[in-house]
């Protein structure tokens, strides 16, 4: 039996309250506050502590319903924060709440991936995570994660703070109302997916967020101004109220295709780039389409640049600009 302080039986349904303390190995990479192989839930209540190299593990079957597990906690949830294999929670499908007060920690403090398709059994990796309170990656390094998911949803409550190395990685939808941060130096506060970011809400890291499919920004937004960017790859709506900075702003560049870098950014807010140094952009494309509304502020050394991309929509750039304030375009030559 592997060295869990509890193991839950493979298809029984398996619920599990908990006010006191559950221990499990913290060194060994099978070391687990609490594993399972069939669904279930965890309820960690206020005060209570669940520890391990993992604190609860689903460790994922091809069982119908296996490891369709879910964790509600109020305490702490803790697994190694040094081990690349510590992880706070890990759930190949299911769902993960925590709630104010909540601490979930380790090297990746929630990470669900792994499983094959869109259900349980059938596939996992389409969970959900709801955080009211802090969930915590390694920041130090490359590989520190606050929530990892292979797809599924992420939303960050008022108060809530996700952070690492990187702070969301790899996820299908991210709302945001609270705190999501990566390292400053080179992580990301959100990798991959679609995100929303709320009034009050900040993404903050090296870069902002990269690789993504859609911003739509009500908040903060804010990468490294001496290197970084504040939002890369995807479509940009940047709302009244809406705050994106970076070295560069905005950025998308550099794919290859019919529609490389064809993004759109909307601004109704303000798009910030570096002022001081003659590669600060405010918004850079290689593709695509600039709508600078009334009101709107876009500002860098060089206000929008387009150019650079390759296939037959790269370079196609259209700026319309309805704000007082002028936003200027510099254009790479052909």
């Known amino acids: 039996m592997a060295p869990a302080a509890l193991v839950w039986r493979r298809l029984g349904v398996t619920n599990i309250v908990n006010f006191g303390s559950i221990t499990g190995n913290t060194t060994s990479s099978s070391g687990m506050g609490v594993q399972f192989a069939g669904p279930g839930s965890v309820t960690n209540q206020s005060g209570a502590m669940?520890?391990?190299?993992?604190?609860?593990?689903?460790?994922?079957?091809?069982?119908?319903?296996?490891?369709?597990?879910t964790v509600v906690n109020f305490g702490s949830i803790a697994g190694n924060t040094t081990s690349t294999s510590g992880i706070g929670v890990k759930l190949v499908f299911g769902s993960v709440t925590n709630q104010s007060g909540g601490v979930i920690s380790g090297f990746i403090g929630v990470y669900g991936g792994g499983g094959i398709g869109p259900g349980p059994g059938s596939g996992a990796s389409a969970g959900a995570v709801v955080n009211f309170g802090s969930i915590a990656g390694n920041t130090a390094s490359t590989a520190g994660i606050g929530v990892k998911l292979a797809g599924g949803s992420v939303t960050n409550q008022s108060r809530g703070m996700i952070s690492g190395f990187d702070g969301i990685s790899e996820t299908g939808t991210v709302v945001n109302f609270g705190g999501i941060a990566g390292n400053t130096t080179s992580g990301t506060g959100v990798s991959g997916g679609s995100v929303i970011n709320q009034s009050g809400g900040t993404i903050s890291g090296f870069n902002g967020i990269s690789g993504t499919g859609t911003v739509v920004n009500f908040g903060g937004i804010a990468g490294n101004t001496t290197s970084g960017t504040g939002v890369s790859g995807g479509s940009v709506t940047n709302q009244s109220g809406g705050v994106i900075s970076g070295f560069i702003g905005v950025y998308g560049g550099g794919g290859i295709g019919p529609l490389a870098s064809a993004e759109a950014v909307v601004n109704f807010g303000s798009i910030t780039g570096n002022t001081a140094s003659t590669a600060g952009i405010g918004v850079k494309l290689a593709g695509g389409s600039v709508t600078n509304q009334s009101g709107g502020v876009i500002s860098g050394f060089i206000g929008v640049y387009g150019g650079g991309g390759i296939g037959p929509l790269a370079s196609a750039e259209a700026v319309v600009n309805f704000a007082a304030s002028r936003a200027t375009l510099r254009r790479q030559p052909a």
């Not at 604190?55 to 369709?68: D, Q």
Request: positive net charge.
């Open 50 to 69: 669940i520890s391990g190299n993992k604190g609860i593990y689903g460790n994922g079957s091809t069982v119908p319903g296996a490891s369709a597990g």
